[in-house]
């Protein structure tokens, strides 16, 4: 095999190993499912055209993830800025949170679960882009250094951001958990 095939063969898998988490990352900062897909093929695009400049098979979801976080926060300042429909919308029937299957629910259990989903769907859009991204990459197991060179902040502020994101969210949805726990 050639080293032109071997690298091409290389940077299929990194992407086919990286696309899923990349979107399902997207979709959680923008809400849009389109507006995800098209950040993320835009991140791609650029890392694959200075695929020569980087050793993506090693470093390339840390950048891809690093251009992601950018592009999202770019848009979200750029629609503010243009007064446009806010980024922060969703859909609170997406279920992306690992709940339960309703099909295997009681009616009430179904209507408890759908109403927390929409609480944390609404929770996480009004939190500020920033800490929801760094709440979102902590999820997916990166570091607090990982996380602050994803955002362009210092790693004190990574877990600030973190910790704001948690008391917030928790705040939110006390009246839920207050449910759960009786």
């Known amino acids: ?21 990349a979107v399902a990352f997207a979709r959680s900062l ?13 991140c791609y695009c650029k890392l694959l055209y200075k695929a020569g400049e980087y050793d993506l ?15 999202c926060i770019d848009r979200s300042r750029r629609q503010r800025a243009s007064s446009l429909d806010t980024l922060l919308d969703g859909d609170p029937n997406d279920s992306q949170f690992g709940m339960a ?6 009616p009430e259990a179904i209507a408890q679960q759908n109403e ?10 009004q939190l500020p882009l920033t800490q929801r991204a760094a709440l ?7 570091s607090l250094r990982e996380i602050a060179q994803a955002l362009d902040v210092s790693e004190s502020n990574a877990g600030v951001l973190i910790y704001r994101a948690r008391q917030t969210l928790a705040g939110r ?3 839920y958990r207050d ?3 009786r």
């Open 1 to 21: 095999m050639t080293a032109a095939k071997s690298m091409t063969a290389a940077l299929d898998a990194w992407v086919l190993a990286s696309l899923p988490r």
């Open 173 to 175: 949805l006390m009246p």
């Open 57 to 71: 098979p090693r470093d390339g979801t840390r950048l891809l993830f690093t251009a992601l976080t950018r592009a």
């Open 30 to 42: 923008v809400r849009d499912d389109a507006t995800a897909d098209d950040l993320v093929q835009e």
């Open 116 to 125: 927390l989903e929409a609480a944390l769907d609404d929770a996480l859009g």
């Open 179 to 181: 449910e759960v726990v």
């Open 136 to 142: 979102e990459l902590k999820g997916l197991g990166y």
């Open 101 to 106: 299957d309703p099909r295997a629910l009681a």
